[in-house]
């Protein structure tokens, strides 16, 4: 069974509960510290004070000037939202409205919607607050006028990675380990193996997007260990959106230099991380960790998605993920995707569909402890959640989120399992499409899947896949 999919495919997801964690404005992953003071009562920004607090708050973690994270363009005065946008195939329309008036449509957007999820919405009032000052022609903030305090805006625009609607995020501690360059990593741990591609990436300045994998090997060491932690140190945050981690079966190597991704995702990947701008380090739980044997070298590939929609010229990248390794703790950990493999999605409508699995055919010992959660669908996807439902009726919820094909990352998480419970996720769709859209591994196709990472794994040589607790769903539509 192989799981073809676009590089594109298995990109995804999360981002944290850590907002705390996240806070000063590490969602850059490097941005600048302090642009975002730009926006008080420094003066730099002529924006109003009410939209200045609140583009400095949501917006300047990634429209910064320069912009990071990928971000086309610079939100700092009012002569940067009177500009055109930039068409890109998340804003198709983009050069033919100002940048205000695409700000209004973007914080209302069930698609591409800005600040991206899993960040807080805009509240209503802030809505009507941006809609009313772009509705006004976008006038600067009348002279005299000075923002009180910081103009709310000292914190370097960050980051509220906000986004509730994952249970627990049990990791502080795995806290902001965060990507940047230069952010130091906070898991309290000493890297020893460095996953990183023999050269750095060029992003050719024609291109607008790109996935780019390549494949490390981490030799034996004779002794069996355990993974520990993996941190991500992100390069260029000019052209990097976001990267996933997988370890693969000794048959899936692939070159260690960068290149475009080949369109397979296969059964023997398992998604180890996926970092966006604002995702913490993951960190395992104290007595669980990644088997790495010392018999055999582990495999591992890095899929790195570039964005240049501004096509920027010459621009390199060098980013690398470190991991800690740990002589064996007590539990093996492994990931599993629940959700369903088996689906069909009417043209030209909305569609959810729930499907159940119980926890008990894992081939391990429950209870199980959950501790990290990667919702996955692609590009018709609009929510996912998961739920685990306890043999009493109640329920504790794991993932609850808006699902943006564009944000994939992994979130933190706390949670134990019996063997009496069952995972039910609830998938929707809106399929604008004039076709009926089935499972399966193009970017064209869809799926369900949200993968958990978990322990105590199977021991080795059980029967089992990650996938299983998928294909042998029950399901039906809502
Ligand atoms: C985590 C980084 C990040 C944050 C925070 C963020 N944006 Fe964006 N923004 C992007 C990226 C990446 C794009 C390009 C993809 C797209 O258009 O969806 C973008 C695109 C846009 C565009 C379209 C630009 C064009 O020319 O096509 C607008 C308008 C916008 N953002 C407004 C906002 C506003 C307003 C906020 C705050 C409420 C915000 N963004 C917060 C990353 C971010």
Known sequence: MRLKTTALTFSLPLALTLAAACGGGSD???????????????????????????????????????????????????????????????????????????????????????????????????????????????????????????????????????????????AASAGSGQAGAGGAPTADCKPDIILKGQTPWTMPKATADEYVCFGVEVPATGDDRHVTALIPKVDNTKIVHHLLVYRVDPGEKISGTPAPCKNVVKPGWKLYYAWGPGTPAAVLPKEAGYRLPGAESTHYIVNVHYSNLTHLDGEKDATEIQLCSDKPRQYDADVLAVGSTSFSLPAHSKSTIECTTKAAIIPSTAPYKVFQTWPHMHLLGSHLATDILHSDGTKTPVTDLPYDFYNQITYPLDLTVDKSDTFVTRCTWDNTTSASVGFGENTSQEMCFNFLSYYPAPPPGATWAWIAPATLATCKKQ
């Open 28 to 170: 850059s992953g490097g941005a600048p510290q302090g642009q975002g003071g730009q926006v008080g009562s420094a003066g730099v920004s002529d924006l109003p004070c009410d939209v200045a607090t609140f583009v400095s708050t949501n917006c300047l973690g990634c429209h910064s000037d320069p912009p990071t994270n990928t971000a086309p363009v610079s939100l700092v005065t009012t002569a940067d939202f009177r500009k055109k946008g930039i068409s890109s195939p998340a804003t198709p329309d983009g050069a033919d409205k100002t940048l205000g008036e695409l700000a209004v449509e973007k914080l209302s957007a069930t698609k591409n919607a800005m600040p991206p999820p899993p960040r807080t919405a805009a509240t209503d009032a802030e809505k009507a607050t941006l809609a009313a000052w772009v509705a006004a022609g976008m006038p600067a903030r009348a002279v005299g006028e000075t923002c009180g305090g910081q103009g709310g805006s000292g914190q370097g625009g960050a980051a509220q990675a906000g986004g509730g609607g994952v249970a627990q995020g049990g």
